[in-house]
């Protein structure tokens, strides 16, 4: 069973940076992609990026492209967020995930299809 930790959470003034962190211990096989979600209160969970694990290619929600930037180590399993230019629309519990299955260009944006999940780590960001 692999297991997800995020880690780098907290809170910032709006304009300011964040790095997540996301380690996945307990991989025995490879994984396809990884991916980092957010769900704000009262607000379904929606897609912010993810990476395929073995071309390191990276895909945005058009929210946050240009602003967050999403990359891995391979040996390490470990999975990095980069987030600058935090605006208080960013506020939210963020969520590592990855797979082993093999996603389309659209499916790796949906949560479902993930099989391994962090349990979250706030972000806060004040005006």
């Known amino acids: 069973q692999v297991h997800m930790v995020e880690s780098g959470g907290g809170s910032v003034q709006a304009g300011e940076s964040l790095k997540l962190s996301c380690a996945a211990a307990?991989?025995?096989?490879?994984?396809?992609?990884m991916g980092w979600f957010r769900q704000a209160p009262g607000k379904e969970r929606e897609f912010v990026a993810a990476i395929t694990w073995n071309r390191g290619r990276p895909y945005y929600a058009d929210s946050v492209e240009g602003r967050f930037t999403i990359s891995r180590v391979a040996a390490k399993t470990m999975g990095y967020l980069q987030m600058d230019n935090l605006s208080v629309e960013d506020t939210a519990v963020y969520y590592c995930a990855a797979t082993a299955k093999t996603l389309t260009i659209a499916s790796i944006r949906r949560a479902p299809e993930y099989d391994f999940w962090g349990q979250g780590t706030q972000v806060t960001v004040s005006s």
């Open positions: 307990g991989v025995t096989g490879s994984l396809y992609a």
